[in-house]
């Protein structure tokens, strides 16, 4: 069974720095897909990041790009020029890619984000 | 586009008691999602649905939790009766196609069950 660890319960950034959460995962598969969800207090999931795992190039997305090491299994996020509402939890994600039928997504524990004004 | 729609928001309840959670997810996504949410955990998926049919609900303690979803749209989550480890957050997501883009959640329903 595929597995998402975020070693990090808790990071804390000052506003306009960059930060970088943590996520391993372990599987068997060669090809997958990998998320980052943030979760504000209003607990609605926002996707933020997507890697699909046959692509050598790290995913970005304005402020927020990956770190993607296949062969480490590792997936971090990093958040450039940090800002208020950045302050969530980050849920690191793995779904398997698609082989004639459904694949569920396995999220990690998540990290609690922090960002100090 | 619309969001994904979950009610209600909170919910106070006892044990042994029964309660019912609504979702209505984005109009055209045919895969629709509950995940249950305990406090300082990731979400678990409890049962996923393929329009109206279900394709995985391993996860599903079908002892005590049950789930629908009418016409492949609008879908309920029960628990009966509840206890006290069913307190959590039950998420709603739904996906157009097999969710390999990620998902579209709702803001959740937060359950106690006291």
């Known amino acids: 069974a595929q597995t998402v660890t975020q070693s990090q319960p808790e990071m804390s950034v000052q506003e306009a720095e960059t930060v970088t959460l943590s996520c391993t995962y372990d599987t068997s598969e060669s090809d997958y897909y990998l998320f980052w969800y943030k979760q504000p207090p209003s607990r609605q999931m926002i996707l933020v990041i997507r890697?699909?795992?046959?692509?050598?190039q790290n995913a970005t997305e304005n402020r927020f790009s990956v770190n993607f090491q296949k062969a480490a299994k590792s997936f971090s996020l990093k958040i450039s020029d940090s800002q208020l509402g950045d302050a969530a939890m980050y849920f690191c994600?793995?779904?398997?890619?698609?082989?004639?039928?459904?694949?569920?997504?396995?999220f990690g524990t998540g990290t609690k984000l922090q960002v100090i004004p | 586009e619309a969001g994904v729609a979950q009610s209600p928001r909170y919910k106070i309840i006892e044990k042994r008691q029964s309660v019912a959670f609504w979702c209505n997810p984005i109009?055209?996504?045919?895969?629709l999602y509950w995940y249950q949410q305990i406090l300082g955990q990731g979400p678990k998926l409890l049962i996923q649905f393929q329009n109206n049919g279900v394709v995985d609900d391993s996860q599903l303690p079908k002892d005590r939790f049950s789930a629908e979803r009418l016409k492949g749209v609008d879908s309920t989550l029960k628990i009966q009766p509840a206890k006290l480890e069913d307190s959590a957050v039950y998420l709603c997501?739904?996906?157009?196609?097999?969710?390999?883009?990620?998902?579209?959640f709702g803001s959740g329903t937060r359950l106690t069950v006291v």
């Open positions: 994600a793995y779904r398997r890619l698609n082989s004639g039928g459904y694949q569920k997504v396995t």
């Open positions: 890697q699909e795992a046959y692509k050598q």
């Open positions: 997501a739904s996906s157009p196609g097999q969710g390999r883009y990620g998902y579209t």
């Open positions: 109009s055209g996504h045919a895969t």
